[in-house]
């Protein structure tokens, strides 16, 4: 079965589930719950509804307005299912040691208004302009002339029905209030199909930076018509794209950049640092840009890398999304989620995995952590 359709299954099977708990907690007469139920499965209905009525459970054709609605009363009742165990246990420990109930309205009132109104937070969290993060690098082996070189990392746009060109254009304007040394995307940039969606995301043609834009795909890039995504992005004369390959923006740094493993989908060679770099001249500073914090190099090709960076730039965790989703995110990218970590792979190895700047239709919520990019000054210790 496809993950178009396992998703939405999974999705309507927990949220149903949520649903009929949170009827059992209290007394309704049978009309009440069965009007109740219908309004619970109504929300579990997105990714169903989406696919009937927009074309795609994920990428529906539909007003955004009705997007995000639809999107807040599903987030809604997923995180009920966070907050229903806590619940259930502060009822247990009422009636065991006040000897009652808790009343009615604690979960005909307080649940519902606290489950909703983070949706609604979470998702506008997400939709807001991202905030732009500063961070200072230190590194001994830093050439001098690259002290206080910066570096803006944008990751994860999906643009889509649900996150229109306009947001694009606020996303690209702050970048540019930056005025970075060098501009590097980290992938996953737009959902759905090319002849709809690439006028969302096009904007990213007026990012500036002084010694340019370059950027690596993501695993949504092959999600869709991939063939025609890579072919409008790498038509692109503003941002250079690097697939197994490197470039020098200035004397004493190299950059490299893989595609996501999505590639081989559509025949491209797999991703390989070791080819990526091959020629870089040494003693350089090395970055490599790689959409995931963990590829697995020994499953993909049967070998690991041999070659050696200073550090890598990537995305696609989106920063946990929630506090309760971020050890269940970082155990399928081998613990790295958000932020800095330093020692990957020697002593001088430093990954940065960005929250992103977007969101992901199929879980569209960001609490605790903000939608941003990250302004990397490169210090020489």
Known sequence: MSFTIVWPLVSYLVCGGVAGMLLWTVRLGVRARAAALMGLLLCASKFTCFAAF????FVPELPEALILVWNTAHAGLFLALFLLPPALLVRW????????????????????????????????????????VEETLVFENLPAELDGYRILQISDIH??????????????????????????????FADGQSAR?????????????????????????????????????????????LDNEWVA??????????SDPGCLKVGLAAPDPDRAFAGAPEGAFRIL???????????????????????????HTHGGIFPPMVPVVGAFNRGYCRGTYEGVRSWHDV???????????????????????????????
């Open 351 to 381: 990954l940065h995995v960005s929250n992103g700047v977007g969101l992901w239709a199929g879980f569209p919520i960001r609490l605790c952590n903000d939608a941003s990019m990250t302004l990397i000054t490169l210090r020489r210790k």
């Open 54 to 57: 927009g074309g795609d459970p």
């Open 289 to 315: 840009l790689q959409h995931r914090p963990f590829v697995d190099y020994g499953e993909l090709s049967g070998r690991m890398p041999k070659s050696a960076w200073d550090l890598q730039l990537s995305g």
């Open 249 to 258: 923006p200035r004397p004493g740094l190299v950059v490299a950049g893989v």
């Open 93 to 132: 420990a009422v009636r065991r040691f006040a000897g009652r109930d808790c009343p009615r309205w604690l979960w005909l009132v307080l649940l519902p208004l606290l489950a909703w109104g983070l949706a609604v937070r979470g998702i506008w969290n997400g939709r807001k302009a991202p905030e732009v």
């Open 159 to 188: 643009a889509s029905p649900a996150s229109r060109r306009a947001r694009t254009e606020a996303i690209v304007r702050r970048a540019n209030e930056c005025a970075p040394d060098l501009v590097c995307l980290t992938g996953d």
């Open 197 to 241: 969606q690439f006028r969302n995301i096009e904007p990213i043609r007026d990012l500036k930076a002084k010694d340019g834009v370059l950027a690596v795909t993501g695993n949504h890039e092959y999600y869709f018509d991939a063939s025609s995504w890579l072919a409008r992005y790498w038509s692109m004369e503003t941002v250079r794209f």
